[in-house]
């Protein structure tokens, strides 16, 4: 018999929205595409920007930027383009190519899980109970800075 997944909860009632499947597509040795650099290519096209995109996701223009030369080295096909600075600004805009990648894995990962969410619930009702944090004291610094 084929387990059963919700979205809303497993066998004991408890809510589902911590588990997901993350998926990566490697290409071999040193190439893949995941939900990182597909992240990038999205805030990219919303914001027109590398580094916009870079700030938008926590990481540094430099970082943004290797993603996609790792993206264009990778493929036949650019992944975005470049518009010069000047009066009007630089930017980046997706290629054809970059939104057709989105879509594509996009459309891979929608696939794959739609295949595991009875496995992943199956996964998630063998949980135990998530444990409550407690809250962390805050320490004294000395007049030095260092904490005691």
């Known amino acids: 018999m084929q387990p059963v997944y919700s ?24 190439r893949s595409i ?4 597909v992240r990038l290519l999205e805030a990219i096209d919303k914001t027109g920007s590398i ?5 938008a996701l926590g990481m540094s223009y430099r ?18 383009n470049a518009r010069p600075g000047g ?3 630089g930017g980046a805009e997706l290629t054809p190519f970059g939104k057709q990648l989105i879509r594509s ?9 739609g295949a595991a ?11 135990k109970p998530a444990k409550k944090s407690k ?4 320490r004294k610094i000395s007049a030095r800075g260092a904490a005691r």
Do not use: H
Request: glycine letters at 12%; proline letters at 5%; charged letters at 20%.
């Open 7 to 30: 979205a809303e909860s497993n066998a004991g009632g408890t809510p589902m929205s911590d588990t997901r499947l993350t998926l990566r597509v490697d290409f071999g040795a040193n």
């Open 87 to 89: 009066s009007q600004g």
């Open 135 to 138: 809250p962390v004291k805050p």
């Open 51 to 55: 580094s916009q995109a870079g700030r």
């Open 105 to 113: 894995y996009r459309a891979i990962e929608a696939a794959a899980s």
């Open 63 to 80: 970082r943004a930027w290797l993603l996609i030369d790792d993206m264009n080295q990778c493929f036949n096909q650019a992944v975005t």
């Open 117 to 127: 969410k009875g496995w992943l619930g199956d996964l998630e009702g063998a949980l």
């Open 34 to 37: 995941g939900p990182g650099k």
